[in-house]
């Protein structure tokens, strides 16, 4: 069965979301998120650069919450929740699923690292951060005009991941999204496997107390 070594509201979240939504089981494997613990020879011999998530499956263990969800999806998802590799959508699937790390969500995390090591925080830094974050959100609203989802009539694993960073937009920037995206965001977060997902979050935060 997949293992995620989760801390809550991190990013395995959208691994577990997707697990959740294909039917995938899985377990979870609570990690105590301080840097004190995450710096530990215990789980620097997880994790090369001592950061959350790691994921096993058997044998295999991986870090790099995308490449968990690629995995998956390759291993256990039967071609749900991405297009096929000849449909002409596929590249722009890989493009909006990689969007969600490597360019929405990497201003976000750098919000919550700077306010971790700077006290008091240095407000232009956090504003830039926050500019960048936005510029997604519209590039997300952009994508979204006149379509439920990003590649059009179908939910796939990159709407979900996005999604995921959308919670993190909205606790750490604005709750006040541009129109496209706020119908986006109701309609992933009414969704069963989202809910389970918070439970499972919420679930690991209780076990870790
Ligand atoms: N690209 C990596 C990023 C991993 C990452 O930055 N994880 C965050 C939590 S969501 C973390 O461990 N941050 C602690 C730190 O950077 O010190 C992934 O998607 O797994």
């Known amino acids: 069965m997949l293992k995620f070594y989760h801390s809550p509201g991190t990013r395995a979240f959208r691994a577990i979301w997707v ?29 090369p650069v001592s950061k959350v998530p790691v994921m096993d499956d058997g044998d295999m263990r991986m870090h790099e919450s995308c490449a968990m969800i690629e995995y998956v999806l390759a291993r256990y998802g039967n071609g749900r929740l991405q297009p096929a590799v000849a449909d002409p959508t596929y590249a722009h699937f890989l493009q909006w699923l990689w969007f969600s790390e490597s360019t929405f969500q990497r201003p976000l995390g ?22 960048r974050a936005t510029l997604c959100v519209n590039a997300l609203d952009e994508a979204l005009a006149g379509r439920p989802y990003l590649l059009g009539d179908s939910m796939n694993a990159a ?33 069963p496997s989202y809910e389970r997902t918070v439970k499972a979050d919420a679930d690991t935060a209780e076990r870790l107390k």
Not at 114 to 126: A, I, M, Q, S, Y
Request: proline share 7%.
């Open 110 to 131: 750098e919000i919550t690292n700077h306010r971790r090591e700077f006290k008091p925080e240095l407000p232009d830094v956090v504003a830039e951060m926050k500019g």
């Open 159 to 191: 709407d979900l991941s996005n999604a995921y960073v959308l919670r993190g937009y909205r606790r750490s920037v604005t709750e006040d999204l541009p129109a496209n995206v706020q119908a986006f965001w109701d309609r992933m977060t009414a969704l």
């Open 19 to 47: 697990c959740e939504e294909l039917g995938v089981p899985y377990e979870i494997h609570p990690v105590d998120f301080s840097v004190e613990y995450r710096k530990t020879p215990e789980w620097r011999a997880m994790h």
